[in-house]
């Protein structure tokens, strides 16, 4: 199992967190889907995002059967040579599930492998913790979709946003 996350913070300092999980790079559709509302833990600071972020990621696997065997976060593993959202997670379970991070925007320093998808030239980057790089670039290439976002990283961030 595979699990994709994204979390939306709302004007009253709650979360919404959300995971799509699903088989193979390639499914169409979600096997499950899993939302929460959250408290808000840590404020937003810049370079430490992990620490807002990660706690209602957290919260929403407690709500798997089983943990995945990888996992894809909204955003970077490295920040540079400092440790982003992506490898905090990987760190949390001890190497034991590889985490992509797939991020929108390029970030001073890192060295994300820039992905095109679609017609976009606005690439994705992608970064990993526990798999080669160019093998998860790769698998978010692949992903469904037809546009620059594969479909279900759209899905997952409308499920957060409560929009679906």
Do not use: W
């Not at 996992?71 to 982003?84: A, S």
């Not at 379970?93 to 606005?122: C, H, N, P």
């Not at 798999?131 to 961030?157: C, F, N, Q, T, W």
Request: charged share 25%.
């Amino acid at each position: 199992m595979i699990a994709a996350f994204d979390v939306h913070y709302l004007p009253d300092g709650k979360a919404s967190a959300a995971a799509v999980l699903f088989n193979e790079y390639t499914d169409r559709h979600p096997s499950l889907e899993h939302t929460i509302l959250t408290d808000v833990s840590s404020r937003y600071i810049p370079g430490q995002f992990y620490r807002r972020e990660m706690p209602c990621i957290l919260r929403v696997i407690e709500q798997f059967g089983e943990m995945p065997r990888e996992m894809i976060v909204d955003g970077y593993v490295m920040l540079g040579d400092r440790p982003g959202l992506g490898r905090h997670l990987f760190d949390h379970f001890a190497g034991k599930v590889s985490v992509i991070g797939v991020a929108k925007s390029k970030y001073k320093g890192s060295t994300g492998i820039e992905v095109l998808r679609g017609r976009s030239d606005r690439p994705l980057y992608v970064t990993a913790a526990g798999s080669d790089p160019a093998a998860a670039a790769e698998k978010i290439r692949v992903m469904y979709g037809p546009h620059r976002l594969p479909a279900l990283l759209k899905r997952v961030d409308l499920l957060a946003r409560g929009a679906v």
